[in-house]
């Protein structure tokens, strides 16, 4: 069965730093582009970071630009978000999503003030 399954996710407080991994199985991720969403309470999914199959390029919400980095390494199969200067309007819960394999179920992150 492929799946994504994400991790990392946890409670921090702002300013603080999170690594977000999604690790693939079942099937290789590696000629697809990954994708990080995130969906806070009562709020419609937001895109947050996006990077291609090979990993040399990147795209980023604005409203994370500078703080988080989207990175890859296709051996492992697994894609990594490292979050930097958390603020509490990054509370959500973060989704890794590939769309030719799905999407996982979610890890989630809180940052308190």
């Known amino acids: 069965q492929v799946q994504l399954v994400e991790s990392g996710g946890g409670l921090v407080q702002a300013g603080g730093s999170l690594r977000l991994s999604c690790a693939a199985s079942?099937?290789?991720?590696?000629?697809?582009?990954m994708g990080w969403f995130r969906q806070a309470p009562g709020k419609e999914r937001e895109f947050v970071a996006t990077?291609?199959?090979?990993?040399?390029?990147?795209y980023y919400a604005d409203s994370v630009k500078g703080r988080f980095t989207i990175s890859r390494d296709n051996v492992k199969n697994t894609a990594y978000l490292q979050m930097r200067n958390l603020k509490p309007e990054d509370t959500a819960v973060y989704y890794c999503d590939v769309p030719q394999i799905g999407r996982g179920q979610g890890t989630q992150v809180t940052v308190s003030s």
């Open positions: 079942g099937r290789s991720a590696s000629g697809y582009a």
């Open positions: 990077i291609d199959w090979s990993g040399s390029s990147t």
